[in-house]
């Protein structure tokens, strides 16, 4: 290729990645790269000890390598892929991860492990792994927008399927690849692109961000020893952008590379639900706060965006799992107990008499007016009284980002029950200090049990 | 699901996986397995120090767990995974291996990596390593002709995609799964299910089989645990082949399952080239034995069916891997030489001014009659003599299948210079006593340096 041929959309990524630089970051940026990076490994502690990562753990243990890394929230170490795997699954399993407003991908789970345990190998400084973050959260996303929207309703799971392009574009980054390096890194990650959407409501799919994580990094590593791909991963005739989309956008790659940053439409998620009951829960806790303790509820109607009951319109709900999916139980349960937690989302908590009985008092209507953001939640009491809120941009949303304080409790909350509450707080506290820490692997070491 | 329901796609061949038997096996079918595993293995072993697998091992090494299991054809041992993942590789990488002549899925090389490592960390009879290759092919060749033609139009490299389902039922029948665990072993493979054309001409073509192996075996041992997948992994509405298909032929799943064998329509090439060059090769060798030694070449026609033109018509390759795709080296080196084997397509070989010369007098024309299997040579000489072969069904074809003889003598041809002579020739004896062998890692065993 002669080095004045424009250069294709997988070399043009390849070269930003490759020329990243934390320097050149603006505190914004890096604010956000830290809260990301901050919620989930938050995320993982919680769910680390999901019986997801039990099977998944006690399966692979056996062929596992030496101990290079942490798995988060647990006693154990493993090697660097392994580690990226179990943690990229712990990221996923409680559905209580980040999302990117705009291409809908969970950006962190992939990306985040792999550099986290790439640097408990191979010391780099933290402010080094939150630009390689950052950059990967760039990539991953914008390989998403290049197959949107018929990738997601083909059955595709990008958190999976562009996962895979942030972690190798993070880990080349912080193993310093070259540019040509990094297309490769790229290849390889397209050439083991995957996750179906058949698998949502199964351990498999917390796979995708997990085996995106370790097979990204495992591809930084490939192509740093050599081993090639082809020049046109992603763009190629049957590479990953026609292949795996019936309409590829391929302009949307490097449209405003390097002037917009994905991670400032990234969003996290209050509540421990699926995003879409967020502007009911919204509602719900803000009336609670206006009724009286003793108001005897008569009925409740809500007025949602028709996504809300395609997505999560499960009236009765059996398990915690269909309770993350179910806008009736999460509208309950938040005017009872004035939080949507995980607490909220056990098995128990979604049989209990209380809830059900409030559930069954639960009206929705779709008003396709509505934004995905908006919700009305209206009570009538008993007394003949009537309370309404409109919630116009729920918070979570890009709108009414969670304070930094929040996240900090959603952290501390997610470790509760998995580490020491010392231990919680010192993890927090590296993990938000990161961009000055000589060694990142002092934060990622710090979220061990 | 009442037990009365017609199982879906994924159980029936889950259910046939876990029932199926050794001892009900016709001996031509344990016969063609066998010889299909030790062909796979030579193919490996020839292909172990190929620099793509040298590069792929120092990336990986590190992080590799116990050394349980053999790298044919190296010193070094490692975790049943990683055995996995690198055996496959190599079984790829000369592009030597075998094909499956109705699905076109060179079917071994993601199969018989898997069984052999896990046969090293669990002990299993010979008979049950076959037994459990055989489901692992049949499974793997349904699950292509599932989702082909379209599948290999959009771009998708099947001995991947459909490669890592047969890994998960082989070693899933190895591992004595379930019925059920077998089903989510499936949907494990389904959500890892990947592998791109685009990777053709470069390394990351042969990480297909590999890592095929590597997860589908993977996803066996998730299963073995109780981690779940959808239960419709291959036929669901978001499954495999909706999504990786244009126009999937669910039908063809089922059709026949246990009354046909797929090894039976496996072929194995006698040269070291694209299979479509083959009826070329033969001819020329044919004309070789029937020409004077001394006989002065001045002009050489071949006709051929049109796809040998379209996929080996380099008139002028520079590099072995480039002459492996060019009919006009291959007749030129088939003549001067009597063989196709590796050494033929050396990068040296290729080069040299004796093969260069008489490939300038090769000429060929596509000819829409002539079947893949036939092609016609003609040869004129300086003294006026006109000499015409017509091969109507090459050697390696289905219809004139390579003798076990010809097999044994590619294997050991293929270990020359990686194994000593007697090893090779032990790796051989126990390879082919397999299904007599008490414990099938005696053969894995003897296949290291």
């Given at each position: ?54 099977r ?110 942030g ?7 912080l ?82 590379l ?16 699926g ?46 799992l ?90 501390l ?24 820490l ?7 070491c710090?979220?061990?049990?």
């Amino acid at each position: 290729m002669s080095t004045d041929s424009p250069p294709g959309i997988t070399r043009a990524l390849a070269r930003y990645v490759a020329a990243s630089d934390f320097r050149q970051l603006a505190p914004e940026v890096v604010r956000e790269g830290v809260r990301a990076i901050t919620h989930i490994v938050g995320c993982a502690i919680g769910g680390c000890r999901h019986e997801t990562i039990d099977r998944a753990w006690q399966a692979l243990a056996p062929f596992a390598g030496a101990p290079q890394a942490t798995l988060v929230g647990r006693l154990e170490r493993t090697d660097i892929l392994h580690a990226a795997l179990l943690n990229g699954i712990a990221s996923h399993v409680l559905d209580f991860d980040d999302t990117h407003s705009t291409s809908l991908v969970h950006p962190s789970g992939p990306v985040a492990p792999a550099v986290l345990a790439l640097a408990e190998w191979r010391p780099v400084s933290g402010a080094e792994l939150v630009n390689a973050f950052l950059v990967g959260v760039d990539v991953e996303c914008r390989v998403s927008d290049v197959v949107s929207p018929s990738h997601y309703d083909l059955g595709w799971h990008a958190t999976g399927t562009a996962g895979i392009f942030g972690a190798a574009a993070a880990s080349a980054r912080l193993l310093g690849l070259t540019e040509q390096q990094t297309v490769w890194a790229l290849g390889i990650a397209a050439t083991q692109s995957a996750g179906l959407r058949e698998m949502f409501g199964s351990m498999s799919k917390s796979l995708h961000p997990g085996r995106a994580a370790q097979n990204g990094l495992a591809a930084a590593l490939m192509a740093a020893q050599g081993y090639t791909s082809a020049e046109q991963g992603i763009e190629g005739k049957r590479g990953f952008a026609h292949v795996l989309s019936s309409k590829p956008n391929l302009e949307a790659a490097t449209r405003g590379l390097g002037e917009t940053r994905a991670i400032l439409d990234n969003t996290y998620k209050p509540f421990a639900c699926g995003l879409v009951i967020h502007p009911v829960i919204d509602g719900c806790l803000q009336l609670r706060r206006k009724l009286a303790p003793q108001a005897e509820i008569r009925r409740i109607d809500l007025r949602v965006n028709p996504l809300v009951l395609e997505l999560t319109g499960k009236p009765t709900p059996t398990t915690g799992l269909e309770g993350k999916f179910s806008v009736f139980h999460s509208a309950a349960v938040a005017l009872i107990d004035g939080m949507a937690g995980e607490k909220q989302y056990a098995d128990a908590r979604v049989r209990s008499a209380d809830v059900v009985a409030l559930r069954s008092l639960v009206k929705a209507t779709a008003d396709p007016k509505l934004r995905k953001e908006s919700a009305e939640v209206a009570i009538e009491c008993a007394d003949g009284s009537r309370h309404v809120v409109f919630v116009e941009d729920c918070v979570g949303s890009l709108a009414r980002p969670m304070t930094d304080a929040e996240m900090d409790a959603k952290f501390l909350a997610l470790c509760d029950g998995v580490l020491p509450a010392d231990k919680a707080a010192q993890a927090l506290t590296l993990l938000r200090r990161l961009p000055d820490l000589q060694d990142a692997a002092e934060a990622a070491c710090a979220c061990s049990a």
